[in-house]
């Protein structure tokens, strides 16, 4: 399965934010939207990720205050980034390796959207109930003994 299966099962809503937005707004937009990270874009390019683990390091480092502080200071400005015909398994060894909850899905330079961790364990487990119904199926059609 590749990651391209999963973004049409999830759609393509993308929620980004600028790096001069300030640290505060986009805390407001996760908890508004119900999600776990931002697209950080300037000039329609891909420039880094917020998400609650960069949150949290803000609030720790700040002794429990977001602080005044703009996106630019505390996004990943570095993000792992992933194609649309990444495997799903690729995706997952990466994942774990690299302990990344989100990953942008990259087409040269056009943002398609972010997989989740949640996204791929979803999609894994629906693959294999679907594999394990055809297997079912196709046990009880087995012909028996003398049919042939």
């Not at 931002?38 to 880094?48: H, P, Q, R, S």
């Given at each position: 399965m590749?990651?391209?299966?999963?973004l049409?099962v999830k759609?393509d809503?993308?929620?980004t934010?600028?790096?001069?937005?300030?640290?505060?707004?986009a805390?407001?937009t996760?908890?508004?939207?119900?999600?776990?990270?931002?697209?950080?874009?300037e000039?329609?390019?891909l420039v880094?990720?917020?998400?609650?683990?960069?949150?949290m390091?803000t609030?720790?480092?700040?002794?429990?205050?977001?602080g005044d502080?703009?996106?630019r200071?505390h996004?990943d400005?570095?993000?792992?980034?992933?194609?649309?015909?990444?495997?799903?398994?690729?995706?997952r060894r990466?994942?774990?390796e690299?302990h990344a909850r989100?990953v942008p899905?990259m087409?040269?330079?056009?943002?398609?959207?972010?997989?989740?961790?949640?996204?791929?364990?979803?999609a894994?487990l629906e693959?294999q109930?679907?594999e394990n119904?055809?297997?079912?199926?196709?046990?009880r059609?087995?012909?028996?003994?003398?049919?042939?």
């Amino acid at each position: 399965m590749k990651v391209s299966e999963i973004l049409k099962v999830k759609g393509d809503i993308l929620y980004t934010v600028t790096p001069n937005t300030s640290i505060l707004d986009a805390i407001h937009t996760m908890v508004e939207k119900d999600i776990g990270s931002l697209v950080v874009m300037e000039y329609g390019t891909l420039v880094g990720m917020l998400s609650f683990r960069e949150i949290m390091k803000t609030i720790d480092g700040n002794n429990g205050s977001v602080g005044d502080d703009t996106v630019r200071k505390h996004m990943d400005d570095h993000p792992i980034t992933i194609t649309p015909d990444t495997e799903v398994n690729e995706v997952r060894r990466i994942m774990l390796e690299k302990h990344a909850r989100y990953v942008p899905i990259m087409d040269a330079k056009t943002v398609h959207g972010v997989i989740s961790f949640y996204d791929v364990a979803r999609a894994v487990l629906e693959a294999q109930s679907f594999e394990n119904k055809m297997l079912k199926a196709y046990i009880r059609d087995w012909p028996a003994e003398g049919d042939e």
